[in-house]
């Protein structure tokens, strides 16, 4: 009876100290977190089909597709995790090399530009439509995974359930700073309905 209610009186004072707040608001970063690896992963998959289409009509546009390729590469050998979350030195590298994947495929898309028969090919322009619509994705999984860090930064930084949270080991999560998240936060844009410059020459 004694051991009964103990376990009551330990149940009711870390509920009312915040620590079932904590694991709910833990599990919403988690998920948010899961669904922006999981667009992340949708347009790296479809880097390489897109790298292909546009090599058969710029295949000498080198430095501008190995950029690319190496950018997937860099994000690729990145462990993306859900612990990721919990190491901010690691969150921060895998959030730059994911910037530096969007500026990659800006690029390759600005390519098309030069290129009247690429800028008509279906697969290419299913291939942009595709990236278009994941970038997006993107966007919105983000900004729930900000809304769901920002939301459980406060209350374990927030008397009393900071007691809690340094009880159990809770500590703040990393979240898109300004400067990455306007790195990231610009999906690739090219004006498909503008005139193709004038070629040069020969190509």
């Known amino acids: 009876m004694f051991r009964w209610l103990i376990t009551l009186f330990m149940i009711t004072t870390l509920s009312g100290c915040g620590y079932n707040t904590l694991q709910s608001t833990d599990e919403n970063i988690t998920a948010s977190w899961a669904e922006v690896l999981n667009q992340y992963q949708r347009r790296a998959d479809l880097v390489p089909n897109l790298v292909n289409v546009v090599k058969g ?13 190496e950018a997937r590469a860099r994000v690729g050998a990145i462990q993306a995790t859900p612990e990721l979350i919990n190491d901010e ?13 969007t500026s990659a495929i800006s690029r390759l898309l600005a390519v098309a530009e030069n290129y009247p028969q690429l800028k008509a ?3 290419f322009r299913d291939l942009q439509a595709q990236l278009e619509g994941t970038e997006n994705r993107i966007a919105v999984a983000r900004n729930r ?12 930084r927030s008397f009393p359930t900071n007691l809690t949270a340094m009880l159990f080991g809770h500590k703040t999560k990393p979240s898109f700073t300004v400067e990455n998240e306007k790195a990231i936060s610009e999906p690739p844009k090219v004006d498909f309905g503008a005139p193709a410059p004038a070629m040069a020459p020969g190509q």
């Open 145 to 156: 995974y900000i809304a769901a860090v920002k939301e459980y930064n406060i209350i374990v």
């Open 121 to 123: 090919d279906g697969l």
């Open 89 to 101: 030195e690691a969150f921060k590298k895998f959030i730059a090399a994911q910037g530096q994947m």
């Open 57 to 69: 009509y710029a295949a000498h546009e080198k430095d501008v597709l190995t950029q690319v390729i």
